[in-house]
């Protein structure tokens, strides 16, 4: 089936670092999201990206959807402890005669202060 | 609004036990998916379902049932627990397949 490649699968950086993460796939998303995974949480949606090129930001986060509609990227500026948890890609692939969200494996970020 | 509300929380289950996991909307979506997120690794979609009444398998279905009665509830089934179903479980529901909202987790481990 569809899978998305995320990278790195871990980071950690100081406080006060940006941050760049992406994520890729074999074949062609319509829609990219990014959702964040506090540690004993479920996933939050942090972006949704519809258009190949499209750059979108959300306070310190931006992220964008690749013209080849392969792969997106989400980069954190000035990053603070409370970025820690886990960044994930979707995507949604229509499987089955409906339409799924397919998910990458996650970047695990840790932030020293 | 609550949102999606997941309960459990936490639960132990002994081999061959079996339990159903609560997911309950109030967000008035048609969507709703049971997620499974194993240690370091990504969600893996077990049912999902698009509407009351309509219930479908996703990547990972056995040992699980599902059923959706209402709008509002999806409760996922487990008929004989096995130490492969130790995972953290995850509701989510949507508008339409891309958005999704997720719950906060049912925390699942079979001895």
């Known amino acids: 089936g569809q899978q998305l490649n995320q990278s790195p699968q871990s980071m950690f950086i100081q406080e006060g670092e940006d941050v760049s993460m992406n994520c890729t796939s074999s074949s062609i998303f319509n829609t990219w999201l990014w959702y964040k995974q506090d540690p004993g949480e479920g996933p939050v949606l942090l972006i949704a990206l519809y258009k190949a090129g499209e750059l979108t930001s959300n306070g310190r986060l931006t992220a964008q959807f690749g013209i080849t509609r392969k792969d997106s990227f989400l980069n954190i500026s000035a990053s603070i402890p409370s970025d820690v948890g886990i960044y994930f890609c979707?995507?949604?692939?229509?499987?089955?005669?409906?339409?799924?969200?397919?998910f990458g494996k996650g970047t695990k970020l840790t932030v020293n202060p | 609004n609550a949102g999606v509300t997941q309960t459990p929380k936490f639960r132990i289950l002994k081999i061959g036990q079996s339990m159903t996991l609560q997911c309950t909307q109030d967000?008035?979506?048609?969507?709703m998916y049971w997620y499974r997120q194993d240690p370091g690794m990504g969600l893996k979609l077990i049912y999902y379902?698009?509407?009351?009444?309509?219930?479908d398998k996703g990547e990972v279905p056995n040992g699980y049932n599902v059923s959706r009665s209402t709008t509002e509830d999806f409760p996922l089934r487990l008929e004989l627990a096995a130490p492969s179903q130790t995972s953290v479980y995850f509701c989510a529901t949507s508008r339409g397949a891309a958005t999704q909202y997720f719950g906060p987790g049912t925390r699942l481990l079979v001895l």
């Open positions: 379902s698009v509407g009351a009444g309509i219930t």
């Open positions: 967000m008035n979506h048609n969507y």
């Open positions: 979707a995507g949604p692939k229509s499987q089955g005669g409906s339409e799924k969200l397919v």
